[in-house]
T-cell receptor, first 113, second 114 residues
Framework: DAKTTQPNSMESNEEEPVHLPCNHS???????IHWYRQLPSQGPEYVIH???SNVNNRMASLAIAEDRKSSTLILHRATLRDAAVYYC??????????????FGQGTRLTINP | EPEVTQTPSHQVTQMGQEVILRCVPI?????FYWYRQILGQKVEFLVS????????KSEIFDDQFSVERPDGSNFTLKIRSTKLEDSAMYFC????????????FGPGTRLLVL
């Protein structure tokens, strides 16, 4: 499985933007970049995914570098409810069907009031 | 919004006992998964299941573990003879048919083996 590298922890203030980086220098051309998060005492939750272009949804934005070797998850206005561990995960586009998620340690995001 | 449900939320058992963890995936999903998370550690893949058979399993998923979709709606994980090291949070997930489809996770079952 292709690997991703994320900072262990980040801290931000409520109502400020948060940029969570992820390096994936060995990404292949067919890998999607997925982000999940895990709120305290809950199961992982899908946040966003993309392939080449930047993506936006109601939860976040995903900025993908032109060479696709890195990406940044952007929370535009963090709230206390965004405090979680954020995981950047690569998934192969070509593989059909059941495909496991390989979780790393992720980035533990702390939001200060 | 449809969601994955799991029962029980907590289970305490004695070492050597059998436990069955139950999950109801999202109704139109085709792919089903079990993951576990030992306290303070990473989420780890256990097994994936499609078309009534195991698609992939990890090294953790040994002969003590089995999965079943008994009635077209439930998806179960059975641990035949629990060990202390099986104590963990167990998450069920399901996904649809599209490539790159996201997985939806349940709230988990916290298993404690004494």
């Amino acid at each position: 499985d292709a690997k991703t590298t994320q900072p262990n922890s980040m801290e931000s203030n409520e109502e400020e933007p948060v940029h969570l980086p992820c390096n994936h220098s060995t990404i292949s051309g067919t890998d999607y970049i997925h982000w999940y998060r895990q709120l305290p005492s809950q199961g992982p939750e899908y946040v966003i995914h993309g392939l080449t272009s930047n993506v936006n949804n109601r939860m976040a934005s995903l900025a993908i570098a032109e060479d696709r070797k890195s990406s940044t998850l952007i929370l535009h206005r963090a709230t206390l409810r965004d405090a979680a561990v954020y995981y950047c995960i690569l998934r192969d586009l070509i593989i059909q069907g059941a495909q496991k998620l390989v979780f790393g340690q992720g980035t533990r995001l702390t939001i200060n009031p | 919004e449809p969601e994955v449900t799991q029962t029980p939320s907590h289970q305490v058992t004695q070492m050597g006992q059998e436990v069955i963890l139950r999950c109801v995936p999202i109704s139109n999903h085709l792919y089903f998964y079990w993951y576990r998370q030992i306290l303070g550690q990473k989420v780890e893949f256990l097994v994936s299941f499609y078309n009534n058979e195991i698609s992939e399993k990890s090294e953790i998923f040994d002969d003590q573990f089995s999965v079943e979709r008994p009635d077209g709606s439930n998806f179960t994980l059975k641990i035949r003879s629990t060990k202390l090291e099986d104590s963990a949070m167990y998450f069920c997930a399901s996904s649809g048919w599209d490539r790159g489809e996201t997985q939806y996770f349940g709230p988990g079952t916290r298993l404690l083996v004494l």
